[in-house]
């Protein structure tokens, strides 16, 4: 009995007449020229297949054995946030004209994709206040590791110097990536109230240095003085990187204005899913000046033959398909859908509704935070002013507290042991949109009597 | 067709396509949060508009937009397969969608056993002893997998500094081995599109730390030496890569690590049918021979003998962390789907399927179109239309152009870039006889039609050719809001 | 139409004319007929010390890119910096108006360039 398979279209007539018009008397001599020591002998050590139903079934198991946001209250960021999207982003991604399809490179046939993308660009411009942006990268980290390639190319110098709130997985992704690039990276101390040191950032900063990479909000949730890190950079020639979170944007001075070269950062919070950490969206922007050592693809405007605005990928010389070894990058997939799926949830919030969400977050972890900060023991870890996530001190051992609140149904935060040994008593948390008052009093509850 | 305008020029002040509840917490004063010099003084110029009207918007731009799903997309190299809608439908659950890649581990043992169960069915079907899921695309797996070969030499203080390609490869290898570092060497092809064996091993030197192939090649022929390239680079302790672009020629019938491959990537966007969604997002897990192992990426997942998943950061000799959290789950988990309907009785029909869909397309272009390469093939194959450009002034860009009239996308053209006016056929399994019958007579019409009527071809679509020259000399990469 | 025979030549594409410790150096009509529309030149900084036979900038075309390479070393004294914002000259007047950069202390030999005649017999071999 033929293997019967919805996704395969040819039946046994069929099968037999294009074997006919090829001129081979059995598919398998398709296979000759794989020598036949390199041919399965038996099948693959692997379950036999499964129908639709079946697969429902098993993965609505395994979907099961996940606690998602929906089951416990979630308060875990560093870098991933949860924030409500509005129905119709989700609906309009499943537009397969979309989604199936490939990069835009016959852009006849891609308008769609193509005008997606520049609008994409417009919004990241706006918000970062810069001229402006490739079409997307991998996540954030792969974001910052790019851009700092890209100072190192622009500057021709070595050195990379991170302000002490950079995420430490982008700081080893970054790490990673310029492992056999002859770069240095150092990272300045954390000052006491959770902002970087500037003494000792401008004391790093030096005529090899390529970039300052400033985080803000850093990583414990402080605000940066992004304007000191412009000048401490530009005062050694250095360009200034600033990884920003994108919904905070709405609020906080743009990259561009406080006189960011390069803007780059994780662009989940514009309402992409959680996903247990991707696909997510890297975006990256940037000064005209800087345009040539941008990685990716760029969308640019342009007029067809019938005297019509379209749109097509612009600047492709900088790319691997034409550059090869020298291209300013290796990147070809991208993330384009979940670079319009920010773009359409931009739409949707507009400006007010970004200010709405980047407020209420604000407001309700401050409400949070000053519940828990009046428990016993409990206080903020650092005095700098903050947005929506701060590092709480517990004053005990977190990871036991974590738990107790867990079986409450309460994420309550990420411990910084995961990421810092030494601060087994701390927890980042962030407060979205998504909570309501009566959720917060609840944390606030369960975590005293945690803590009893 | 009219244009479409900007979402921006949609915008109306006071016009929003969302709300929120009302602040339910009382107001704490915003001088005490956020210090006014920090605060945001220039304009946000994101759009306004109603739900409806942005619904539209993004429905009609999808409309200007040609998928898989509304015709044949016979681009070589890209494996356009179907994207079943089954996949969709279960990373969309709740709990799969709803997850943070901090939860702790025991809230995420669904997660943590697809990641595992993945990694495993990637393994069987590749012949390799290890897995990272990390990469997030293609050219990500070909990095981390570089890296890990660096790391692998200098672990027995050997400092190789080439990476060799053969000239008929991906843009993204010799790319990928500039960013560790290595410089590239292009390896000749012969007439037949295989790699020169003699040219290849004059090459192959201690200084070589890999040689990055892709097998069947990119012109579509199984490169049958491939055993003895790894002997002659075993031979040095260089590292033999394989290009998992083409693996939807060999999946279930034959496997990378069966023949002398050390280390390889996985496109789940082809072999595994994620979707492309229009550029990305991909994933490109990589797979490593045992003595690799120790130096991939971290996070790894591993299992206790109680049977719980956990993620494990711990490896001395890692290359270190390649991307924040755990790579792209989401695209993961809807390959894992894919693999799971096909089964160990199933995982070789696509190969089969789309080996007999290429040899017949071939087969019946192949008396019309230069075949440069025989008139056999593996998944795809090359024509080349450099006669006809000669002979009547048609490129292969005149094809493309020209099919889009019909609605169908164009084959990948100018690559690779050995061969002169190059069309690049992939059928892919999962098109049915008529499709193929169709799009094949379509070119052959295309070929009997005048010159002037392809030369001046798309005219049925939204927008005619480009004007790419003023794109790129005079670059417009954003909307700009006219000041008053 | 045969190249100027008042120069040298690479089979890279560039020429050269050599005064005293001074040269012009250029890209032959040749190339800019093949590279078609240019959309982008690099060029370097004055007072830059090149290297005989390695790039000195970058010309592209939409769906391509070419090195430039010096045909001799020396430093660059002047570049014709009208280029980069109207490629017109280059396209239209290679050989004069459409120079690229010259140098001053040029050295080395002419040994390993072409003069117009073995340049042109490169071309037709090269369209072949």
């Not at chain 2, 019938?253 to 496109?267: I, K, L, S, T």
Request: hydrophobic residues 40%; contains cysteine; aromatic residues 8%.
């Amino acid at each position: 009995m033929p293997f019967e398979h919805p996704y395969l279209p040819q039946t046994e007539n069929d099968r037999a007449a294009m074997l006919k018009t090829i001129g081979v008397a059995k598919l398998d001599d398709l296979f000759e020229p794989i020598p036949a020591a390199f041919r399965l002998a038996k099948p693959l050590d692997l379950p036999k297949h499964l129908t639709e139903m079946e697969l429902r079934s098993e993965f609505q198991q395994l979907a099961g054995l996940n606690k998602s946001t929906g089951h416990l209250d979630n308060y875990l960021g560093a870098g991933a946030y949860e924030h409500y999207s509005p129905s119709l982003v989700k609906h309009l991604l499943l537009r397969s004209e979309f989604y199936t399809s490939y990069t835009p490179y016959q852009p006849e046939m891609t308008q769609g994709v193509l005008q997606s993308i520049f609008e994409y660009q417009s919004c990241i411009c706006t918000l970062t206040g810069m001229d402006v942006s490739n079409a997307s990268l991998y996540e954030g980290g792969h974001a910052m590791a790019e851009a700092c390639l890209m100072a190192r190319a622009k500057t021709g110098r070595n050195k990379v110097v991170l302000g002490a709130g950079v995420h430490p997985e982008y700081a080893q992704v970054l790490r990673t990536y310029t492992h056999n690039l002859e770069t240095q990276i150092v990272q300045a101390k954390l000052a006491a109230d959770g902002t970087t040191d500037l003494d000792d950032l401008k004391a790093l900063v030096d005529d090899s240095c390529a970039a300052v990479v400033v985080a803000n909000p850093g990583f414990f949730g402080c605000l940066e003085d992004g304007a000191a890190f412009a000048t401490i950079a530009h005062a050694k020639g250095a360009l200034l990187i600033a990884c920003v979170e994108p919904v905070s944007l709405a609020l906080l001075q743009s990259p561009g204005e406080f006189g960011a070269d390069i803007a780059c950062g994780e662009g989940q919070s514009l309402g992409l899913s959680l996903s247990y950490g991707g696909p997510y969206l890297g975006f990256l922007a940037a000064k005209m000046a800087l345009v040539r050592q941008m990685p990716g693809r760029i969308c640019g405007q342009t007029k067809d033959n019938r005297g019509q605005r379209a749109f097509v990928l612009t600047l492709q010389t900088r790319e691997q398909h034409i550059r090869r070894e020298k291209a300013n990058s290796n990147i070809c997939t991208n993330q384009t859908l979940m670079a319009i799926a920010a773009t359409i949830h931009l739409g949707a919030l507009g400006p007010q509704g970004l200010r709405d969400v980047a407020e209420q977050g604000v407001q309700k972890a401050h409400y949070l935070a000053a519940k828990l900060s009046g428990l016993k023991g409990v206080k903020l870890a650092f005095g700098a002013p903050w947005l929506n996530e701060f590092t709480l001190d517990l004053g005990v051992a977190a990871e036991p507290v974590l738990r107790r609140l867990r079986d409450k149904g309460i994420l309550a935060g990420v411990p910084l042991s995961r990421f810092f040994k030494e601060r087994d008593k701390q927890i980042l948390v962030a407060v979205t949109e998504t909570k309501s008052r009566a959720q917060l009093d609840v944390y606030a509850t369960a975590l005293k009597e945690a803590l009893a | 067709m009219s244009e479409e305008k900007l979402i921006f020029e949609k915008s109306s002040p006071g016009r929003r396509a969302s709300t929120f509840p009302e602040l339910d917490v009382p107001l704490t004063p915003w001088d005490q949060i956020l210090p006014k010099s920090a605060r945001r003084a220039s304009a946000l110029d994101l759009p306004e508009v109603s739900e409806q009207d942005l619904v539209r918007h993004y429905t009609r731009l999808s409309q200007r937009n040609i998928g898989i799903d509304t015709q044949i997309y016979p681009l070589g190299s890209c494996t356009m397969k179907y994207n079943p809608k089954v996949n969709e439908d279960i990373a969309g659950r709740d709990g799969f969608r709803n997850i943070h890649p901090y939860q702790p581990d025991e809230t995420a043992q669904g997660a943590l056993e697809v990641l595992w169960q993945m990694e495993r069915w990637l393994g069987e079907v590749s012949g390799m002893d290890a897995i990272s899921l990390q990469p997030t695309a293609g050219a990500q797996g070909e990095l981390t997998a570089l890296l890990v070969a660096k790391a692998y030499h200098d672990s027995k203080g050997r400092r190789p500094r080439k990476v060799l390609v053969p000239d008929s490869s991906h843009g993204t290898n010799p790319a990928s081995a500039s960013y560790c570092g290595y410089e590239v060497e292009t390896v000749k092809s012969k007439a037949d599109g295989t790699v020169d064996l003699d040219d290849l091993k004059a090459r192959i030197t201690p200084d070589v730390a890999c040689l990055m192939m892709t097998n069947p090649n990119t012109v579509g022929i199984f490169e049958k030496d491939i055993a003895t390239i790894a002997s002659w680079l075993h031979a040095v302790d260089a590292q033999l890569y394989y290009d998992g672009a083409n693996l939807n020629a060999i999946c279930g019938v034959a496997r990378p690590g069966d023949m002398g491959c050390d280390m390889m990537h996985f496109n789940v966007h082809k072999t595994f049918s994620t979707p492309h969604g229009g550029g990305g997002p991909g994933a490109g897990p990589i797979g490593v021979k045992e003595h690799l192992r120790p130096f991939l990426p971290v996070p790894r997942v591993e299992r206790r003998v109680d049977g719980s998943y956990f993620l494990d950061e711990t490896a001395p000799q890692s290359i270190g962390r390649i991307r924040t959290f755990t790579g792209n789950f989401g695209i993961l988990l809807r390959g894992l789907v894919y693999l799971k309907s096909f089964g160990s009785d199933g995982l070789a029909e696509i190969s089969r399927g789309a080996v007999l869909n290429a040899n017949y397309m071939l087969a019946l272009l192949k008396g019309r179109f230069k075949a440069p390469y025989g008139d056999r093939c593996m998944h795809e194959f090359v024509l080349s239309v450099a006669d006809k450009k000669r002979d009547k002034d048609v490129s292969a860009t005149d094809f493309a152009k020209r099919l889009a009239d019909f609605g169908y996308h164009a084959p990948t053209v100018y690559f690779p870039l050995i061969v002169a006016e190059a069309m690049m056929i992939e059928p892919v399994e999962t098109e049915s006889k008529e499709t193929l019958d169709d799009l094949a007579a379509l070119l052959m019409r295309i070929d009997d039609e005048d010159p002037a009527i392809l030369h001046a071809a798309p005219v049925n679509t939204p927008v005619g050719r480009l004007d790419e020259v003023g794109a790129a000399r005079n670059p417009v990469l954003r909307w700009m809001p006219t000041k008053p | 139409m045969p190249s100027p025979n008042d120069r040298k030549y690479t089979t890279s594409h560039e020429w050269i004319q050599v005064s005293g410790d001074n040269a012009v150096v250029g890209l032959t009509e040749y190339a800019v007929h093949a590279i078609k529309d240019i959309v982008f030149l690099e060029l370097p900084d004055t007072g830059k010390v090149l290297e005989s036979m390695k790039p000195f900038g970058v010309i592209e075309s939409v769906k391509a890119v070419f090195d430039l390479n010096t045909p001799l070393g020396g430093t660059v004294s002047e570049v014709n910096g009208a280029l980069l914002n109207d490629f017109d000259p280059l396209a239209k007047d290679p050989y004069v108006k459409g120079w690229l950069i010259k140098l001053s202390g040029v050295n080395g030999g002419l040994t390993h360039l072409l003069d117009s005649v073995a340049y042109d017999k490169h071309c037709a071999e090269d369209a072949h």
